[in-house]
């Protein structure tokens, strides 16, 4: 049976904040920039600039995905940043808990299969020969009950790229309402996937930077 820690959503968690660029704990089910809509505006971008007017985008994550999202401090350091992920400078990490069971490795599997978005089906995307250069490597850290905790590494940032890749092995995320059936949608209360943690080269200062934030999803 997965529980969940209590999540905080009307606030924003700082990891991490200097004159630079900033990092926090978005919350699952807020939105990372504002949407369509007057009922979208409410977003981590939004509540974060209330606090550091200065804070700008760098990266998101899904509305369904908690866990660690860098911002800027300023448009060079937004360029940075942006350059460090494109490059693959920057080192992510996530954690998910998947339907039925794989076998516990401490050895890295690669899943290797382009996407591109799925035209009528928007916003879902799909493998597809002709989409874009996509790959994880993910491996098994525990099993459930007829499920399995992951750790998971994007090696490129794709929308949507740990959830379809990890339905294409056949162990779509508990929780995940676009690409799950509807019984694996039931055996959870939200998406079960979460940015652990981030590290990369602070590009104003040079250190090594470091951040991890606790799966609020556990057995």
Known sequence: MI????????????????????????????????????????????????????????????????????????????????DAFAERRVDKRYEAVVDGLLPVSADWALIDAPLIADWPRRPLQKIDAAGKPSQTRWRALRQLDDATHVELEPLTGRSHQLRVHLLSIGHPILGDTLYASEAVIARAPRLLLHATSVAFTHPATQQQMRFESLVPFRS
């Open 3 to 82: 529980s969940l820690a209590h999540e905080t959503h009307d606030t924003v968690r700082a990891i991490h904040e200097d004159e630079h660029l900033l990092v926090l704990d978005k919350p699952a089910g807020l939105l990372c920039v504002p949407g369509r809509g007057p009922d979208k505006q409410d977003c981590l971008s939004a509540r974060a600039q209330q606090r550091w007017p200065d804070a700008l985008i760098v990266h998101r994550l899904d509305m369904a995905t908690s866990g660690l999202l860098l911002m800027a401090r300023s448009a060079a350091m937004q360029r940075a940043l942006g």
